[in-house]
């Protein structure tokens, strides 16, 4: 099975100003990774597929890159909205595994 | 606009039974894979199991592998987690999840979910 390990499990920013959480697998997944925004009584949100393509009206700010074993989610100026825990997720091998999450808090 | 809708969860005891459904509404649900992902509550998001689009393939996670079944109605527009043999560790919110693509393992359209509590 192929572990994801997201870090920091929190991350404090001030609206504004730029998030950036990593996301890693502990074998390669290539460019097979998926990114989710989830708030609070909300189901999960699909943010960025293959590692790097925007999901359909997602804003500019979110950007996704890596690949291999590497991965970064950067949140140019955090909006309000923003705030929310963000899990990846590898799709390249059978079981499908999700990191265990960053929560990005108001600073 | 695509929709999930799942029911069937509720209460029940260890060893029981549960089947999930879920609804599809918006989509031509016979030409995507569909998955089941759960959430204890307070925890993060965990994969349970994905069906092809004819349903002759089927992957689950370890945990739920010969107790559980996911299959599809694409007459119906349904998908369903057949439950059985539940633990305390099974209670969790489980989401419904239109795959991507039959290419891309992302999930891009995700109902509300069904509550299951496994209690004696």
């Known amino acids: 099975e192929v572990v994801m390990t997201q870090s920091p499990a929190t991350l404090s920013v001030s609206p504004g100003e730029r998030a950036t959480l990593s996301c890693r697998a502990s074998?390669?997944?290539?460019?097979?990774l998926a990114w989710y925004q989830q708030k609070p009584g909300q189901a999960p949100r699909l943010l960025i597929s293959?590692?790097?393509t925007r999901a359909t009206g997602l804003p500019a700010r979110f950007g996704g890159s890596g690949s291999g074993t590497e991965f970064t989610l950067t949140i140019s100026s955090l909006q309000s909205e923003d705030f929310a825990v963000y899990y990846c997720?590898?799709?390249?091998?059978?079981?499908?595994?999700f990191g265990q999450g960053t929560k990005v808090e108001i600073k | 606009e695509a929709q999930l809708l799942e029911s069937g969860g509720g209460l029940v005891q260890p060893g029981g039974s549960l089947r999930l459904s879920c609804a599809a509404s918006?989509?031509?649900?016979?030409?995507?894979?569909m998955s089941w992902v759960r959430q204890a509550p307070g925890k993060g998001l965990e994969w349970v199991s994905t069906?092809?689009?004819?349903?002759?393939?089927?992957h689950y996670t370890a945990s739920v592998e010969g107790r559980f079944t996911i299959s599809r109605d694409n007459s119906k527009n349904t998908l369903y987690l057949q439950m059985n043999g539940l633990r305390a560790e099974d209670t969790a919110l489980y989401y419904c999840?239109?795959?991507?693509?039959?290419?891309?393992?992302?999930?891009?359209?995700w109902g509300q979910g069904t509550r299951v509590a496994v209690t004696s």
């Open positions: 997720q590898q799709y390249n091998n059978w079981p499908r595994t």
């Open positions: 074998q390669s997944v290539n460019s097979n």
């Open positions: 293959a590692a790097s």
């Open positions: 918006g989509f031509t649900f016979r030409s995507q894979a």
């Open positions: 069906i092809d689009i004819s349903g002759g393939y089927t």
């Open positions: 999840a239109k795959d991507y693509s039959n290419y891309v393992g992302s999930m891009d359209v």
